[in-house]
């Protein structure tokens, strides 16, 4: 079976984030004042084939915890599906 996984790794809440503190900064410059504590992360997809549900979140989550992320200074999140065939 083949399966899609969207995968969102943003940086520890404990850590300085200086690309969202950036953005943060200048949203009052643009008239988005209200806007404020902006957090900037990647969002990865990817497909797998696994024989079920559960050996897909499995090697979603090895994936992240070997190679995605750095888990000194991020922290991430999935979800996994089964890919729909296009009919």
């Known amino acids: 079976m083949k399966f899609t996984a969207s995968i969102d790794i943003m940086p520890l809440p404990a850590l300085l984030d200086p ?3 950036a ?3 200048n949203m009052k410059n643009i008239g988005l004042a209200g ?3 902006v957090r900037i992360g990647k969002h990865i997809t ?12 499995a090697q979603v989550k090895e994936a992240c915890e070997k190679l995605l992320t750095n888990q000194i200074m991020e922290q991430f999140d999935f979800r996994v599906e089964e890919l729909q065939a296009v009919a």
């Open 23 to 25: 953005v943060s900064s």
């Open 35 to 37: 806007i404020d504590n």
């Open 46 to 57: 990817l497909e797998v084939e696994a024989a079920n549900q559960a050996e897909a979140e």
């Open 19 to 21: 690309q969202g503190k």
